[in-house]
């Protein structure tokens, strides 16, 4: 177990919806990433968080949008959802500078 | 061309077979190279973790990595059924600040008894 718990774990939205997804870290993981994974592709990054504040983001347009709390326990959400959007999504997070990251299980999101 | 190549497969072994998994990569600046395993859903679990060039075990599993050429390989000996997964390299860039880890699309490998 990475201690890494994400909630849904499946989600079914329509085209249009916004949609929260959850993600709740070990304690003293400062930072924490959120990944998109397609059905046959690697995991892409989103973006990630460190003591609350973002400070790196990928390829991803502005309705990606995330939060990170003091209690280990974050959240990504997507507005004005896309056919294309329908995916694994993974919140992974590490402890110190040189640790690597440890993902959760994923919500798969699928949008119709 | 992508950042990180590697072989979908899929990859189709005997058990007790000795397995090879191999990406490529075209940016210098990765330092950091990781081997995940990911069973069918179920999220990315950490197998290797190395830093710069060389060569790391533990228990059945090697990686290598060789800068020089921009190729990172995990070996798995004595393969076992439950070894059957996706594999996916992965790596990052060093210094502070974004972690980003860039993935290869995984190579599906299944370990027949």
């Known amino acids: 177990e990475t201690g890494v718990t994400q909630s849904p774990t499946h989600l079914i939205k329509t085209r249009g919806q916004q949609v929260t997804l959850r993600c709740s870290s070990q304690s003293g993981h400062n930072t924490v990433s959120w990944y998109q994974q397609a059905l046959g592709q690697g995991p892409q990054f989103i973006f990630q968080?460190?003591?609350?504040?973002?400070?790196g983001r990928g390829n991803f347009p502005p309705r990606f949008s995330g939060l990170q709390f003091p209690n280990y326990s974050s959240e990504l959400n997507v507005n004005a959802l896309e056919l294309d959007d329908s995916a694994l999504y993974l919140c992974?997070?590490?402890?110190?500078?040189?640790?690597?990251?440890?993902f959760g299980n994923g919500t798969r999101l699928t949008v119709t | 061309q992508k950042e990180v190549e590697q072989d979908p497969g899929p990859l189709s072994v005997p058990e007790g077979a000795i397995v090879s998994l191999n990406c490529t990569y075209s940016n210098s600046a990765f330092q950091y190279f990781m081997w995940y395993r990911q069973y069918s859903r179920k999220g990315p679990e950490l197998l290797m973790y190395?830093?710069?060039?060389g060569n790391k075990e533990d228990g059945r599993f090697t990686a290598q990595v060789d800068k020089s050429s921009k190729y990172i390989s995990l070996f798995i000996r004595d393969s076992q059924p439950s070894d059957s997964a996706t594999y996916l390299c992965a790596m990052s860039a060093s210094g502070a600040g974004s972690y980003q880890l860039t993935f290869g699309k995984g190579t599906k490998l299944s370990v027949i008894p």
């Open positions: 190395t830093y710069s060039s």
């Open positions: 992974a997070s590490k402890e110190g500078y040189n640790s690597p990251l440890h």
């Open positions: 968080y460190y003591r609350e504040e973002e400070n």
